[in-house]
Nanobody, 124 residues
Framework: QVQLVESGGGLVQAGASLRLSCAAEGRTFSSYAMGWFRQAPGKEREFVAA????????YYADSVKGRFTISRDNAKDTVVLQMNSLKPEDTAAYYC?????????????????WGQGTQVTVSS
């Protein structure tokens, strides 16, 4: 089991950058593939990015490809989402999630553990 806590959200203007962090508590962080999802009011939770257990593979939603970067530090039990060139449509609550599956997945149902979320608001 792993507990996840996100941080780093905030209010920024379009074009700015934010760095979201997800701290994991648990003895087996390196055994989980990790993902970031987001959910805007009135919308379904959507996939943003995922990273493999050793960090060697990543996968991004088309909407963030080239602007967002996911990374992890297994020694510090953290996963980071670097978000650049933010747009108003990136406004959402962002969630960190952990998956016991070996393959990267954009499906929310592949992730077992979830954080409480951190709000990102991008003004135009």
């Amino acid at each position: 089991q792993v507990q996840l806590v996100e941080s780093g959200g905030g209010l920024v203007q379009a074009g700015a950058s934010l760095r979201l962090s997800c701290a994991a508590e648990g003895r087996t962080f390196s055994s989980y593939a990790m993902g970031w999802f987001r959910q805007a009011p009135g919308k379904e939770r959507e996939f943003v990015a995922a990273i493999s257990q050793n960090g060697g593979s990543t996968y991004y939603a088309d909407s963030v490809k080239g602007r967002f970067t996911i990374s992890r530090d297994n020694a510090k039990d953290t996963v980071v989402l670097q978000m650049n060139s933010l747009k108003p449509e990136d406004t959402a609550a962002y969630y960190c999630a952990a998956s016991v599956l070996g393959s990267l997945s954009p499906s929310r149902w592949a992730y077992t553990y979830w954080g409480q979320g951190t709000q990102v608001t991008v003004s135009s």
